[in-house]
């Protein structure tokens, strides 16, 4: 695929792996459209990209909710008169453990919430399906040469305390391979599906941790250091480049090891 020219979709726009996926992709010729619940961040990103020379639209939308799936998906389409490449970057933690006991009785004090265990299903794993789905209905539909992204986590491997997150991101691992499998079937062979599993990653949340907490995070990355997410923006501009990678979710996390140095 060329990236100059293409259209790119990308959900969680407005900040993180979201945001310098679409300034990259700009920066090498994409047409951007973000999505995100946070006006003011979506104007500032716009404007960045738009200020570097690139073509660069914002859309407020609910990635959990059906009818605002339609409505971006059909917008991008709209602004740039195609879809390419679709991005699913918008993602939440709430973590909690299923259970929190009392020391002093032995009994359950507190469980882990169904707030919180729905809340990211919706965003992480419904948010994901429904981009997908309609991203990849116009690519289709408009016989466009087309790359789904979904974006998984290491942590897809289980993560104590992420019960609820781990379950998306396990599921959405395996999104490439069905999806692909899928497209075989019904002859669709000009859409490709690759997912991106990042490990520990410069954000904002990582940023502003404490940093004794983070050093000890990253004891156990081989590369001594955060994951910068143009790296991730790197990497997907290479699969929308390279056609071979398909059907598969690529790990990038600097060599992260379990303590005792195995990888995980």
Not at 63 to 80: C, K, N, P, W
Not at 164 to 177: C, D
Not at 195 to 213: C, F, K, S
Request: charged share 20%; hydrophobic share 45%.
């Amino acid at each position: 695929m060329q990236i100059e020219h293409s259209v790119a979709l990308i959900t969680g726009g407005s900040s993180g792996i979201g945001e310098a996926t679409a300034k990259h992709l700009s920066a090498l010729g994409a047409r951007v459209a973000i999505v995100d619940l946070d006006p003011p961040q979506i104007d500032r990103v716009v404007s960045e990209i738009q200020a570097a020379g690139g073509q660069c639209v914002g859309i407020c939308a609910d990635v959990t909710s059906e009818l605002d799936t339609e409505r971006f998906v059909q917008a991008t389409v709209d602004a740039f008169g195609q879809l390419n490449i679709a991005v699913t970057c918008a993602g939440v933690i709430r973590d909690g453990t299923l259970l929190n006991i009392d020391k002093n009785t032995g009994h359950v004090s507190r469980k882990l919430g169904f707030d919180k265990w729905k809340t990211v299903i919706d965003v992480n794993l419904t948010g994901t399906f429904l981009t997908l789905r309609d991203a990849a209905q116009a690519m289709v539909n408009g016989g466009w040469e087309g790359l789904l992204v979904p974006i998984s986590s290491v942590n897809k491997i289980g993560q104590v305390g992420q019960l609820n997150y781990s379950a998306t991101k396990a599921a959405v691992e395996r999104f490439p391979k069905i999806i692909i499998g899928e497209f075989l079937l019904r002859k669709i062979s000009h859409i490709r599906c690759v997912g991106i599993a990042p490990g520990y990653t410069e954000t904002r949340i990582l940023r502003e941790m404490n940093q004794d907490a983070l050093a000890e995070i990253l004891k156990d990355v081989h590369l001594g250091r955060l994951v910068k997410p143009q790296e991730i923006a790197d990497l997907i501009a290479y699969c929308a480049q390279n056609e071979a990678i398909n059907a598969t979710t690529l790990e990038i996390t600097g060599g992260l090891c379990f303590p005792g140095n195995i990888a995980k």
